[in-house]
Antibody, heavy 123, light 106 residues
Framework: QVTLRESGPALVKPTQTLTLTCTFSGFSLSSRGMSVSWIRQPPGKALEWLARIDWNDDKYYTTSLRTRLTISKDTSKNQVVLTMTNMDPVDTATYYC???????????????WGQGTTVTVSS | DIQMTQSPSSLSASVGDRVTITCQASQDISNYLNWYQQKPGKAPKLLIYDASNLETGVPSRFSGSGSGTVFTFTISSLQPEDLATYYCQQYDNLLSFGGGTKVEIK
């Protein structure tokens, strides 16, 4: 059974750096074709894809936030970490991680999602 | 960046109705499109991938079609448990979601 769980601070101050961890089980990020993405959703708004890391350590970022995001993986711990610098109140959202299949075929789809973690940015 | 526009943004239909949602891409994305369902307070769930393929375990009343710039998502017979927001998502260039369509039950 594949599961993912997001963890991190519920509250951060403006200008601080946010660090979120996605801990997963049921698959390995060292297996060819495996990937993990981060997605966020501000309250009452649409989903926004943020970043993806592949089994071979290839990394992809959404254009609008590229300079603020860093994604990394610790294969031995089954974890993917997302950092976002210079947090602002508009970054208040629920942050999800998801397993991505189909990357090798260039047809990625997010088939299993974590429950999400809510982050509020406020002083 | 590729923009995805969904319509309508919300709809209300009766149980048993046929429901159709449209997703338009700002440029040709072939069939590089997925559909997700998000129930209130829950994480999204993959329903359709590659525009028309039903994810394992998803009821057959859900379907998708289209290619190029215009895509359609259909619920053939709306059920009470289909109350949710539905999102299209392209993967032709990085990844982006549509604005969502909220489906309510009359």
């Amino acid at each position: 059974q594949v599961t993912l769980r997001e963890s991190g601070p519920a509250l951060v101050k403006p200008t601080q750096t946010l660090t979120l961890t996605c801990t997963f089980s049921g698959f390995s990020l060292s297996s060819r074709g495996m990937s993990v993405s981060w997605i966020r959703q501000p309250p009452g708004k649409a989903l926004e894809w943020l970043a993806r890391i592949d089994w071979n350590d290839d990394k992809y970022y959404t254009t609008s936030l590229r300079t603020r995001l860093t994604i990394s993986k610790d294969t031995s711990k089954n974890q993917v970490v997302l950092t976002m610098t210079n947090m602002d109140p508009v970054d208040t959202a629920t942050y999800y991680c998801a397993r991505v299949l189909g990357v090798r075929e260039l047809r990625p789809r997010m088939d299993v999602w974590g429950q999400g973690t809510t982050v509020t940015v406020s002083s | 960046d590729i923009q995805m526009t969904q319509s309508p943004s919300s709809l209300s239909a009766s149980v048993g109705d046929r429901v159709t949602i449209t997703c338009q891409a700002s440029q040709d994305i072939s069939n590089y499109l997925n559909w997700y369902q998000q129930k209130p307070g829950k994480a999204p769930k993959l329903l359709i991938y590659d525009a028309s393929n039903l994810e394992t375990g998803v009821p057959s009343r859900f379907s998708g079609s289209g290619s190029g710039t215009v895509f359609t998502f259909t619920i053939s017979s709306l059920q009470p448990e289909d109350l949710a927001t539905y999102y299209c998502q392209q993967y032709d260039n990085l990844l982006s979601f549509g604005g969502g369509t909220k489906v309510e039950i009359k």
